[in-house]
C-alpha cells in the first residue's frame, strides 16, 4: 500500500484535526502560522495551559522542530542518516537557492537544514518540507523544488505524486501475512475475560519488540497489579532509530490492529485510556489515523461499554512529538507526554507502577501491540511455537542500505543473517549495523549468527554497508547523530559523545594518532558504563564494535607522530601574523 502526505494534508488540516490542547500541539502551530515561537507567544501559551513560562521556553528549545527566530514560508530539512539521507544534495539545493545551510534566506521564503533520520530509509534520499515527506529525490528533483520556492509556490499545490510512500512490504510473517478482522480481538477478550487473556499473552512468549525484550505478559501483569486512580496505554510510535521504519508501516496498513492491541491491553489491565505517541516525521500519518479511530468509534471498538460490554470503557488520543531521538525512551516519552522537555527519568519507580501523571502506565512498542493484538484471536501457542528457544514469534525487519530489494521483511527469530542478506539482494557486504547505530556492528565472519534476543537483539533496524562505503564516515555519522540527540542531562553522555565525535572526525581527515585512538577507546568505554540511560550507554557502541572488529578503519588513517593537536597550529597563527604584517618563513611553524 501506497499512502501520501501532500496537498490533501495540508498543515492547517492537520491542526484541525489535532483534538487535544496539548503544548507541543499549540507549539506545533504557533511554528506554522508564524514561523517560529515568539515571546509573546511562550507566555500567552504558558497563561492558557496554566504552565510556567519557563516550562514553555524549556521545550521551546528542547525540540529540533521549535525555532526561536522565524524559518522560510518554505521550511526544508534533509535527512542526514546514512541511508536515508544524503547531504550533498542539501548543499545542492542550498547552491541552486542562494542560502546557506541553518539559515533562512533573506526574503524569507526558504530556510534549509538537516535532521536526523525521518524513518524513509527505503526510499531515499529523502527530506522533510513543512513537515510532509519527499523521498527519492534526484538532482532533477532538486531543480524542480528550486523552482517551485522561487514561484513562491504554497507546498500544498506542489505535485501530488512527489509526496507518495511506499510500504515496499518485501517478506510476509506471521504477523503481516495473517488476516487480522476488526474487532476479533476485543471480541476473544471479552469471552475469555481478562485474566484468561493476560494468561494467553504470557504463554506467547511475547517480548517487547522495540529492542529491550521485556516480557509483555509481565509488564501488564504488573501494571494490572499496581494501584492507581487511573491506568494508562501507550502506544510508543517514536521509532527514531537511524534504519527503522517497519511501525511507519504498521501504522500505514495495520493501524486497526495496533489500536486494537491498546484497546486489549487497556481491557487486561484496567484502563481506559490510551495514548499513541507519534513521532513528529510522521506527521503526515495524521488524517488517516484519526479516520480509522472514528471508524472504531462507530463500529463501538473505542467509547463506552464497548462491544456491548457494561464499563468496558476505552478510549485513545493521539500526542505527536516534535523532533527529539531521545522521546524513543520510555519515561522520556512520559516526560514529553506530560508537556515538558523529554528527559529520562530516574527509574525506578517504573512507568508499570508510576507512569503518566504518576500513574500506572504500560508503554509498548507498535509491533508488540499489534502482536498482542494477534495473539488474542490466534492464542499464545499460535506465536510461540515460532521462533528460537528464548526468542518467540517473529520479528519485522525495516531493511536498508546496500542491497536490491530494501524494504519490510518479517522472519521468525532464529533466521541467519546470511538468509536475511541473501533474500534482499546484499552482496558483497563489508558490515551490517543490526539494531541501528544503538545496536551491533558486525563483519562478514558473524553472517551466520542469528537474528534474537540471545545473540543479535534489534529493534527492526537492519542497515547494509557494501564494500564500497567508507565504514569509518558511517561510524562518524553515528557519533554526530548521538552527539546531537544527546539530552544532556548527565555529564557522560553529554560531554562524552561529543568528544567521541569530535575524535573520529580528527581521525578521519588524517590527523589522528595512536593515541586518540587510545583516549576514544577510553572515552567510549566511560561513555557506555557512566551514562544514565540507554542513548548514552549504547552510543559508543558502533565505535567499540569498529574498534574491535575493524581496527584497521582506524589504523589506516593514523599519522605516525604519538600526539598531534585537534587543530591547526600554524592556522591559529594567521590572526597575529595579520596584526605583525608578516609572513615570511619564521612567522610559519
Ligand atoms: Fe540524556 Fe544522554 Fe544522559 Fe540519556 S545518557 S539522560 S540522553 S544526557
Keep these: 500500500m501506497d499512502s501520501r502526505n501532500g496537498p490533501e494534508t495540508n ?3 492537520l491542526t484541525q484535526q489535532q483534538s487535544s490542547n496539548h503544548l507541543l500541539h499549540r507549539l506545533f502551530d504557533v511554528q506554522q502560522n508564524l514561523r517560529h515561537i515568539p515571546e509573546s507567544s511562550i507566555a500567552e501559551l504558558a497563561n492558557d495551559l496554566s504552565l510556567p513560562i519557563s516550562q514553555v521556553e524549556a521545550v521551546v528549545d528542547f525540540y529540533s522542530f521549535f525555532h526561536r527566530t522565524p524559518r522560510g514560508r518554505i521550511d526544508i530539512l534533509f535527512s542526514n542518516c546514512t541511508s536515508c539521507g544524503d547531504l550533498t544534495m542539501m548543499h545542492e539545493l542550498c547552491k541552486q537557492l542562494h542560502i546557506s545551510p541553518g539559515k533562512t534566506r533573506a526574503d524569507g521564503m526558504v530556510s534549509i537544514d538537516f535532521t536526523s533520520c525521518i524513518g524513509m530509509c527505503d526510499q531515499g534520499p529523502a527530506l522533510l518540507v513543512n ?6 529525490l534526484t538532482s532533477q528533483r532538486l531543480e524542480q523544488i528550486a523552482a517551485q520556492v522561487d514561484a513562491g509556490t504554497p507546498v500544498e499545490q506542489w505535485p501530488v505524486e512527489w509526496f507518495r510512500i511506499q510500504d515496499n512490504v518485501r517478506k510476509n510473517g506471521l504477523l503481516l501475512g495473517t488476516a487480522f478482522e476488526t474487532g476479533a480481538a476485543l471480541r476473544a477478550a471479552v469471552k475469555q475475560g481478562p485474566e ?5 499473552i504470557v504463554t506467547s512468549g511475547l517480548r517487547g519488540r522495540g529492542g529491550a525484550g521485556f516480557g509483555t505478559g509481565m509488564k501488564w501483569k504488573f501494571c494490572r ?7 494508562y496505554v501507550i502506544c510508543n510510535a517514536d521509532e527514531g532509530e537511524p534504519g527503522t521504519f517497519k511501525d511507519r508501516v504498521l501504522l500505514t496498513s495495520h493501524a486497526h490492529t495496533v489500536f486494537e492491541g491498546m484497546t486489549l491491553c487497556g481491557y487486561v489491565i484496567g484502563s481506559s485510556k490510551g495514548y499513541l505517541y507519534l513521532r513528529g516525521e510522521y506527521r503526515y500519518m495524521l488524517p488517516e489515523l484519526y479516520a480509522v479511530l472514528a471508524r472504531r468509534r462507530k463500529a463501538g471498538l473505542l467509547g463506552e461499554n464497548i462491544l456491548g460490554q457494561q464499563g468496558f470503557n476505552y478510549d485513545i488520543e493521539i500526542i505527536v512529538g516534535a523532533g527529539a531521538y531521545i522521546c524513543g525512551e520510555e519515561s522520556a516519552l512520559i516526560e514529553s507526554m506530560e508537556q515538558k522537555r523529554g ?7 517504573f512507568p508499570v507502577t508510576c507512569g503518566f501523571n504518576g500513574q500506572p502506565t504500560v508503554v509498548n512498542n507498535v509491533e508488540t501491540l499489534a502482536a498482542a493484538a494477534h495473539i488474542a484471536v490466534h492464542g499464545g501457542e499460535w506465536f510461540n511455537t515460532h521462533g528460537s528457544d528464548k526468542s518467540d514469534g517473529t520479528k519485522i525487519l525495516s531493511i536498508s542500505g ?9 522472519y521468525p527469530f532464529g533466521v541467519s543473517i546470511q538468509k536475511i542478506l541473501d533474500d534482499c539482494g546484499a552482496e558483497n557486504v563489508q558490515a551490517i549495523q543490526v539494531g541501528g547505530p544503538s545496536g551491533t556492528l558486525i563483519g562478514p565472519n558473524e553472517f551466520e549468527r542469528k537474528l534474537g534476543f ?13 564494500q564500497q562505503r567508507d565504514l569509518l564516515a558511517v561510524i562518524s555519522n553515528f557519533a554526530h547523530f548521538f552527539a546531537h540527540e544527546s539530552c544532556g542531562f548527565c555529564t557522560p553522555c553529554r560531554v562524552g559523545t561529543t568528544l567521541l565525535k569530535n575524535g573520529l572526525d580528527k581521525i578521519a581527515v588524517g590527523h589522528g594518532t595512536k593515541y586518540d585512538v ?8 566511560l561513555v557506555k558504563r557512566r551514562s544514565h540511560c540507554g542513548l548514552g550507554q549504547t552510543a559508543a557502541n558502533p565505535i567499540l564494535d569498529a574498534l574491535q572488529r575493524f581496527p584497521k578503519l582506524f589504523e589506516d588513517r593514523l599519522v605516525h607522530s604519538d600526539f598531534e593537536p585537534n587543530f591547526d597550529l600554524d592556522a591559529a597563527l594567521e590572526e597575529a601574523r595579520q596584526i605583525s604584517h608578516r609572513d615570511d618563513a619564521e612567522a610559519h611553524l
Excluded at 497489579?225 to 491506568?231: L, T, W
Design 196 to 200: 484468561a487473556m493476560l494468561a494467553e
Design 131 to 136: 513537515g510532509h515527506t519527499l523521498t527519492h
Design 11 to 13: 498543515p492547517g488540516a
Design 454 to 466: 540471545e545473540d543479535l537483539a534489534t529493534g527492526g533496524s537492519f542497515m547494509i554497508f557494501g
Design 402 to 410: 546496500d542491497c536490491a530489494t530494501p524494504g519490510v521483511y518479517e
Design 225 to 231: 497489579e499496581a494501584k492507581g486512580d487511573e491506568h
Design 343 to 349: 528527559v529520562p527519568r530516574v527509574r525506578p519507580p
Design 518 to 525: 587510545d583516549e576514544m577507546y577510553g572515552m567510549a568505554t
